[in-house]
């Protein structure tokens, strides 16, 4: 469903050891309606919520909000260590097009192909 680069995953394993977090936390990800293209996704170290779907990989865990799941299919999880843009990245397949900021998507629809939006080009994310 969900997989990590490698780098994620050492990266994750850092977060977690600098929160001190618990064995039984990961990496809560989900999405919920706002930012620049219309769905954000939200990410925070806990542990699982009633619901979740768990994703283990190479000793970290990922917790997907249930509420999520059909946005969430199939992503890719990444680091990026940019000086200007460094954290955790999703390559999400369900997404028409992304903010210029990478934080936020716009859901794919059935046989429509989305049009340019200057306002996703980056510009006016916050």
Excluded: W
């Excluded at 990266?11 to 600098?18: I, R």
């Excluded at 936390?25 to 806990?46: D, E």
């Excluded at 990989?57 to 460094?86: M, N, P, T, W």
């Amino acid at each position: 469903m969900i997989t990590l680069t490698d780098i994620a995953v050492q990266e994750l394993k850092a977060l977690l050891a600098e929160k001190k977090a618990s064995n039984e936390s990961g990496l809560r990800l989900g999405v919920q309606r706002g930012g620049c293209a219309g769905l954000q996704y939200t990410m925070q170290v806990s542990g699982r919520a009633e619901g979740d779907e768990v994703i283990e990989q190479s000793g970290v865990r990922v917790f997907l909000a249930q509420d999520s799941l059909e946005h969430l299919k199939g992503c890719h999880i990444d680091y990026s260590s940019d000086l200007s843009d460094a954290g955790f990245k999703i390559v999400n397949p369900n997404a028409a097009r992304s903010c210029g900021c990478g934080t936020s998507f716009e859901a794919k629809e059935e046989g429509v192909e989305p049009d340019y939006d200057p306002a996703l080009d980056g510009t006016n994310c916050s």
